[in-house]
């Protein structure tokens, strides 16, 4: 992640005669040794090796591999080209070639990655001898974020306590109260131990509608609207099935929540599928709630496609940028791939339900499947665009705690953590859809984030990284068997100890204020600074000139008030003691006068 | 349900330019708030004069005064040249939208119930005539329609009586060149150091050469006033700009395609003879670009403007989310961003010769200008970084394009002349250099605001800067000869005195707070370092010309001189994509180097840097709308702090009770700069609701992906678990 193929970035770290650097990605790398290191991390091999570099050419050079990352670095190239690949990040390798009768020269591998790479794709990477630690690269994935010994100063477990989150929101009150059901999991596996429910619904008013749940999962408060009252429920699929089955108890629990924000109004339901996709999961048991069983419901379709179907859209993305970019029919080609249209309708569907709660007044309930792809999408960004506190980075950091993490998003499954099964179709670009999402709104609204896109490109790399425990495991509950907070550092320790890198200087606070961003195509553009970062051909100019602008003026106006302070106090004397020197104020003045 | 507001009866007056005539109106129009079909509107007066197209609103009221205002140009006013087309429509159930609008040309037989104006500003007006007495309909219908729409005399444009109505008393020449004096030549071939190898001429003094040449201008040392004078100008390499390293960027009239054998031979020969003379030292190396051949042809340009523009023509919100689907696609297909990227791709050859190679380049065209014009602005736009300052940039549009010799009112099509000439070729060059003040903002002292009124300045008759067709031209109307009935001669107001159109306060909106000024030099060193392009110290060394080189030369020379004299003929330099190697490495290498904002500037060219401007094109459209958001909203912020610096800095010279008077530029103040419209300060149609924008449209079928779409995300049977 610090580095890429590019000279520009390396040649600092690599020219620098300190004793110890810091990289990007807070690497620390002692001089006398070859590669950077993590504290814990340690050397598995190293070879000589031929890397085919898209940009370069062939490239001679040495590979290291150690318990936490590839590193590439040339011996011959000037200026060097370094590649810098987290184990984690690797999602397939493959055996090119085979023993000729030159003998072991013409084995090769071939690395493709999880992401559209943002150092050198190595996606071809003959070796000059045969590793023999292929799969045993994918098990070393898993477990570097157990043996990893870096300090921070902040615990980033800390960040997100449930209780307190929910104190935020003025929960629990007389309508919603909340329940220790699940405290081992007991009722679903999937969901966190700590659930708000309806004060009106007991304890077993809840095991009942889990039973007409997908994998149990019941509708349960995400959010409530301060002035509204009116609540973000999230939930899986009822049981309908072919026969239309139905159930008084998921029912009568539905509309006790229409009830809880004390309006006349519907309770709304947004099923993230397309019609038709809801339809076709009755005949597995699956299903949506229909007009007759709830007649104080009113159904929409989100239209938000599948996890395959995004994830062949990524594929298609990174064919046009990778490793060339599509000239001159860039913009057709980017529309081929139905990326930016897919963050549209996602957009689209939670501005819906971010409206509804807010000026309709209405209590809304959402479900996908299961509750834990495109549910989590729809409820997170819309409580971002209803909740300012979201939008910091420690609000931020909650929010993804809360409705991904704690509410079993699957990223072990979806991104493929130490899994070799690089098809594997459950593997789906669902949480970087929504950073890419979050990246959009940030991009429409500058000042409205407290966070900067460095913020949002340093969570997806770590997504992938298995540096920290934050993204490892598909639930709480297993989670809590691996002991991840105890084992593993959190990705937020890393943040929250460096604040000031990820904190977009343009933020302004606002208050209450809902955020609305506009889901059109003329506003939606392809996330280059991520998608493209590596290619050295397309870069946007770091720092960005009107950041650099505006911290300057920051640092003049500290300055003006420290000399007006002084000048202050030096008048006073003045006053007092009249005999003063004329000369120094000018000499101040022409120091000052550079900006305007 | 209709929401009208009953008409108030009221009498509005239009507001009248010196020169400006009523000529005709009608009362109780509606004008439609575009928005989101919820027919909300205002009753008022519509009129026509012979300067512009007027609704007078029955109910405006003066307390809203916008902090960006056109004194000129009203947010109710269309100038006759701004009107692009006009659309009739009957009304169905009093909806806004309707598939059955007509377009409105010539005469009618029946008058519309609906007028729907489309404006080349990109503004839409819809208007319902339904409760207009018949008479003020047809009167006002045929009104707009005969003066905005058919062809008119050059003396009947709006510029000549408001300059024999309201003489103009201002020196006019701030700080920008006119290059309509010998002087201003001079100057500027010392300026950029060209003086050692190039002269003005004054040959053309009464247009003795031609009619199309500008009274003075500059060409070579060697080129005699007889060749000069041979075939009018033609086929004589004319100067534009010198680079820092002595190498000169020139232009050249090219032979039209002669019938006649022996004709053509005398300008082969002739052409051959030039070439001789200029390649002698000192100039040495010449690389010459036929532009007709290696850029698209106007008919090009003007066909991809005309499908994108109406891209952005967009009178209802169903329209905006009908086209959002499928707007890349829709976008591609016009064309129009490719021809930007083409012609970016074709100012850095141009550059990488000047820069690196240090050869001449001689641009080739037929008249030598329009895409000679662009291209050799551009050029200097990223070379000089004089021309990034707004004096530099409107000298050089006086230089290349109003001196020139652009055919402004025929390309305009201003006079409704002929639909054939007309190809903006100069909104390409805005385009263009719009994609470098995105890319690098502090390299240049005027904002995006700045160009935007540029273009809208286009369509304003009362500046005679876009509004002749050359020199000549002007210099003919203006002496009153064939007026009889005016005293002469015309003093016309330029573009250029922005005093005209913008107080002040508006007029700070056009500068770039974030321009990183040029520091300045210390007087000893202020000689050398002045048109030293600093970029050009870190780009590699240029080798050794080789005599190679030379030959090759020789070579591409007949085979140019070929190609001119029969010309399209086939394509010659760079007609396939393929780009040369040292192209690829001089844009490679200068892109991986930091940005020097006062040397060379390279636009970056690849597919996602290629923007649309959406200032410009999008600012009407109130879905596009974004409260709060958008680049104004950083912008906004680093005004505040600046205004805050600004009066610390006050502050601190009270202290010092010394005032020091430092020439401190004026930062246009916000108000309540959080919810800002991102298009300001066009935002003219403020939404009144903060209801979010929802797409109407649907999800269109991806249909080679159906087994994946059918698919559920993880299969699994519920129902056994049951």
Redesign the interface.
């Given at each position: 992640m610090a580095s890429s193929s590019t000279p520009k970035y390396n040649s600092n770290s690599l020219e620098s005669s300190s004793s110890k650097r810091t990289l990007n990605d807070g690497t620390n790398w002692e001089q006398n040794e070859e590669i950077p290191r993590l504290p814990g991390e340690t050397r598995v091999t190293d070879k000589e090796v031929i890397y085919m570099c898209p940009f370069n050419g062939p490239v001679k050079g040495r590979v290291y591999i150690t318990n936490y990352r590839l590193y590439l670095r040339s011996v011959e190239n000037d200026p060097v080209v370094v590649l810098n690949v987290p184990l984690g990040v690797i999602s397939r390798i493959e055996k090119m070639g085979g023993a000729s009768s030159r003998g072991e020269n013409s084995y090769g591998l071939d690395i493709t990655c999880k992401v559209i790479p943002d150092d050198d794709d190595p996606s071809y990477l003959p070796l000059l001898s045969e590793f023999g630690v292929i799969s045993f690269l994918y098990i070393l994935q898993l477990f570097f974020a157990f043996v990893n010994e870096e300090k921070f100063s902040e615990n980033g477990w800390m960040v997100y306590r449930p209780m307190s989150e929910y104190r935020r929101q003025g929960l629990p009150n007389d309508r919603w109260r909340v329940s220790f059901i699940n405290e081992h999991y007991g009722l679903c596996d999937t969901y966190p131990s700590l659930l708000v429910v309806p004060y009106n619904a007991t304890d077993d008013d809840l095991k009942k509608v889990a039973a007409f749940r997908s994998r149990n999962r019941i509708p349960v408060l995400s959010w409530i609207h301060p002035e509204t009252q009116a609540v973000i429920m999230r939930c899986s699929q009822p049981l309908v099935g072919m026969s239309g089955k139905r159930n008084k108890d998921d029912e009568r629990y539905l509309d006790i929540i229409r009830d809880a924000n004390g309006q006349m109004s519907k309770l709304t339901i947004y099923d993230a599928r397309p019609n038709v996709n809801a339809v076709a999961n009755k005949a597995t048991g699956g299903g949506y709630e229909s007009e007759d069983a709830y007649p104080n419901a009113e159904l929409f379709f989100l239209d938000i496609h599948n996890i395959h179907v995004m994830r062949e859209s990524l594929k298609k993305l990174k064919d046009i940028v990778y490793p060339n970019v599509e000239e001159s029919h860039w913009l057709s080609s980017l529309e081929s791939t139905h990326w930016l249209e897919h963050i549209k309708l996602v957009l689209t569907g939670a501005i819906q339900v971010a409206d509804k709660v807010s000026s309709g007044r209405s209590s809304v309930l959402v479900h996908c499947s299961d509750g834990w792809d495109r549910t989590a999408q729809l409820t997170s960004l819309a409580m971002l665009m209803l909740d300012s506190y979201y939008r910091t980075i420690e609000g931020f950091e909650v929010l993804v705690q809360k409705e991904w993490i704690s509410f079993g998003h699957k990223f072990a499954s979806r991104i493929g953590h130490g899994d070799k099964n690089h098809a594997d179709a459950d593997r789906s670009p669902i949480f970087l859809q929504f950073i890419d999402c979050v990246w959009q709104v940030s991009k429409q609204f500058p000042t409205a984030f407290e966070f900067n896109e460095q913020f949002l490109i340093t969570i997806l790399d770590h997504l992938y990284s298995c540096r920290f425990g934050t993204f490892l495991y598909n639930s709480e509950s297993s989670r809590e068997k691996e002991k991840v907070t105890e084992k593993t550092l959190s990705l937020w320790s890393l943040i929250n100890s460096e604040k000031s890198k990820y904190t977009n200087p343009f933020y302004t606070k606002e208050l209450n204020r809902a955020l609305y961003p506009v889901a059109s195509m003329r506003h939606l553009e392809l996330w280059v600074n991520y998608y493209i970062r590596w290619n050295p051909r397309i870069r946007q100019q770091q720092p960005n000139p009107m950041e650099q602008r505006y911290m300057e003026l920051l640092a003049l106006r500290d300055d003006y008030i420290r000399r007006l302070e002084e000048l202050q106090i030096t008048n006073n004397s003045k006053i007092s003691n009249s005999s003063a020197s004329s000369s120094s104020p000018s000499q101040m003045m022409s120091q000052v006068q550079t900006h305007f | 349900e209709i929401h009208i507001k009953e008409p108030i009866e009221k009498e509005v007056n239009p507001h009248l330019l010196p020169g400006e005539l009523l000529l005709c109106e009608a009362s109780t129009v509606y004008k439609y708030i575009q928005e989101d079909g919820s027919n909300r509107g205002t009753y008022g007066k519509l009129v026509c004069t012979n300067f512009k197209i007027a609704f007078l609103d029955d109910s405006a009221s003066d307390d809203n005064e916008p902090q960006f205002k056109n004194k000129i140009v009203g947010e109710n006013d269309i100038t006759l040249q701004c009107v692009d087309q006009i659309y009739g429509g009957k009304l169905f159930n009093f909806a806004v939208y309707d598939e059955k609008k007509k377009l409105l040309t010539g005469q009618l037989r029946k008058y519309p119930e609906k007028l729907i104006i489309y404006c080349k500003d990109l503004r839409v007006f819809n208007f319902c005539l339904r409760y207009t007495k018949e008479e003020e309909v047809k009167r006002i219908v045929s009104g707009i329609l005969h003066h905005s729409q058919t062809p008119k005399l050059l003396k009947r444009l709006f510029l000549f009586s408001y300059a024999s109505a309201a003489p103009n008393n201002t020196d006019g020449r701030n700080q920008t060149v006119m290059f309509d004096t010998l002087e201003d030549w001079r100057d500027e071939l010392e300026r950029t150091k060209g003086n050692v190898k190039y002269k003005t001429v004054t040959t053309n003094e009464g247009y003795r050469v031609s009619e199309k040449l500008p009274l003075y201008f500059v060409v070579p040392i060697c080129v005699s006033e007889e060749s000069i004078l041979k075939y009018e100008g033609r086929g004589i390499p004319i100067w534009c700009w010198s680079c820092h390293n002595g190498a000169a960027l020139l232009k050249m009239s090219a032979f039209p395609k002669e019938q006649d054998d022996i004709a053509s031979q005398t300008q082969k020969a002739f052409l051959d003879g030039i070439y001789k003379t200029v390649s002698k030292p000192p100039y040495e190396l010449l690389k010459m670009d036929d532009l007709s051949s290696s850029l698209p042809s106007l008919q090009d340009i003007q066909t991809a403007y005309t499908k994108f523009k109406q891209l952005f023509l967009i009178d209802n919100s169903t329209d905006?989310?009908a086209t959002?689907?499928?707007?890349?696609?829709l976008?591609?297909s016009t064309n129009w961003?490719?021809i930007i990227?083409r012609v970016l791709k074709k100012a850095i050859e141009v550059a990488e010769c000047l820069e690196r190679q240090q050869t001449n380049v001689l641009l080739i065209e037929e008249s030598a200008t329009d895409l000679c014009c662009v291209i050799s602005s551009l050029v200097q736009v990223m070379m000089d970084s004089y021309s990034r300052t707004k004096s530099g940039f409107q000298s050089l549009i006086q230089k290349e394009w109003v001196i020139g010799g652009h055919g402004f009112l025929d390309r305009c099509n201003h006079l409704h002349k002929s639909d054939k000439e007309e190809a903006p070729v100069f909104l390409l060059l805005l385009n263009c250099v719009w994609q470098l003040v995105q890319q690098?903002?502090?390299a240049f002292e005027f904002t995006e605001t700045y160009l935007t009124v540029l273009s809208d300045s286009l369509y304003v008759p009362i500046f005679s800067t876009f509004f002749f067709n050359s020199q000549h031209q002007k210099d003919t109307s203006t002496s009153g000869e064939s007026l009889k009935t005016q005293s002469g001669p015309f003093r016309f107001l330029t573009v250029w005195d922005w005093s005209v159109q913008f107080d002040p306060k508006a007029q700070a909106f056009l500068n770039n707070p974030?321009y990183?000024e040029k520091p300045k030099p210390d007087k000893s060193q202020r000689k050398t370092a002045r048109f030293k392009h600093q970029r050009q110290l870190s780009l590699p060394l240029t080798q050794a010309k080789s005599p190679m080189k030379r030959g090759f030369f020789r070579e591409e020379t007949d085979h140019l001189i070929k190609n001119i004299l029969g010309k399209r003929i086939g394509k010659f330099i760079n007609s396939s994509?393929e780009l040369p190697n040292s192209f690829r490495e001089f844009y490679?290498s200068w892109?991986?180097k930091p940005?020097d904002y006062h040397g060379l500037l390279l636009p970056?060219i690849?597919?996602?840097?290629?923007k649309?401007w959406?200032q410009r094109y999008?600012r009407w459209i109130p879905?596009?709308?974004?409260h709060?958001?958008?680049?104004i909203?950083?912008?906004a912020?680093?005004l505040d702090?600046?205004e805050?610096?600004?009066s610390?800095?006050e502050?601190?010279d009270e202290?010092?009770s010394?005032a020091?008077s430092?020439d401190?530029?004026s930062v246009p103040v916000l108000r309540n700069s959080?919810r800002l419209s991102?298009l300001f300060p066009f935002a003219l149609l403020q939404r009144q609701s903060?209801?979010?924008?929802?797409?109407t449209s649907?999800?269109k079928d991806?249909e080679d992906?159906d087994d994946?779409?059918?698919?559920?995300?993880?299969?699994?049977?519920?129902?056994?678990?049951?």
């Open positions: - | 905006f989310w959002d689907v499928k707007w890349f696609s976008l591609e961003l490719e990227r690098y903002p502090p974030f990183a994509d490679d892109h991986s940005v970056r690849d597919g996602p840097e290629i649309v959406a999008l879905e596009a709308q974004l709060g958001g958008g680049t909203a950083t912008t912020k680093i702090l600046m805050e610096v600004q610390l800095q502050k601190m202290e010092r010394q020091v430092g401190v530029h959080a991102s903060i209801k979010p924008a929802l797409p649907t999800w991806l992906e994946l779409v059918k698919r559920d995300d993880e299969f699994v049977d519920l129902s056994s678990d049951m």
